[in-house]
Antibody, heavy 120, light 110 residues
Framework: EVQLVESGGGLVQPGGSLRLSCAASGFTFSTSDMNWVRQAPGKGLEWVSYISSRGNGIYYADSVKGRFTISRDNAKNSLYLQMNSLRAEDTAIYYC?????????????WGQGSLLTVSS | QSALTQPASVSGSPGQSITISCTGTSSDVGGYKYVSWYQQHPGKAPKLMIYEVSNRPSGVSNRFSGSKSGNAASLTISGLQAEDEADYYCSSYTSSSTVIFGGGTKLTVL
């Protein structure tokens, strides 16, 4: 059974930093492209970042470019999102999501999400 | 880049059919076959319902279907059931190698 379990969320002050983790199991993580998608409270979905299976292809949404860094450790079956210079508008549930094969931008499995709150 | 345009809400009675539209541009919906639809129940993670415009993942009911014409895609749900009540989001791959979502549509089953 495919499982994605996010952790690391919490309350951070504006300007602060936090790292989210996503532990993957039930599939071959090292051959899967991965993403982070977020959802502000009561709002819609927003794609945040993508990383290829080997980590050599990375993309970011304009809203986080220069502040967030996506990475992965295939030996640990883990995905990460380092978030710096956090703003109130980064407050959201952050989901890790697996890319669906060769279908670009299609996410077939999602974690349960980790809540980040940016507030003083 | 602005979100894809979806109606804020749609409604239908059990057994009826509804269609949710998703409008983008030639740089996203119109330019690629990589249009997906997701269902999200309150407090739950999104679930993939349609990928590549009209394909259903294993396990998704054939009451769900998708199509595309030009810069607009659509999700149709036939034979509405109470459990279909949820938020629905479209998404598309873009020319910038990013992904853009629609604003979401709340489906109410009357």
């Amino acid at each position: 059974e495919v499982q994605l379990v996010e952790s690391g969320g919490g309350l951070v002050q504006p300007g602060g930093s936090l790292r989210l983790s996503c532990a993957a199991s039930g599939f071959t993580f090292s051959t899967s492209d991965m993403n982070w998608v977020r959802q502000a409270p009561g709002k819609g979905l927003e794609w945040v970042s993508y990383i290829s299976s080997r980590g050599n292809g990375i993309y970011y949404a304009d809203s986080v470019k220069g502040r967030f860094t996506i990475s992965r450790d295939n030996a640990k079956n883990s995905l990460y999102l380092q978030m710096n210079s956090l703003r109130a508008e980064d407050t959201a549930i952050y989901y890790c999501a697996r890319d669906f094969g060769y279908s670009y931008g299609t996410f077939d499995y999602w974690g349960q999400g980790s809540l980040l709150t940016v507030s003083s | 880049q602005s979100a894809l345009t979806q109606p804020a809400s749609v409604s239908g009675s059990p057994g009826q059919s509804i269609t949710i539209s998703c409008t983008g541009t030639s740089s996203d919906v119109g330019g690629y076959k990589y249009v997906s639809w997701y269902q999200q129940h309150p407090g739950k993670a999104p679930k993939l319902m349609i990928y590549e415009v009209s394909n259903r993942p294993s396990g998704v009911s054939n009451r769900f279907s998708g199509s595309k014409s030009g810069n607009a895609a659509s999700l149709t749900i036939s034979g509405l059931q109470a459990e279909d009540e949820a938020d629905y989001y479209c998404s598309s791959y873009t020319s910038s190698s990013t992904v853009i979502f629609g604003g979401g549509t709340k489906l109410t089953v009357l």
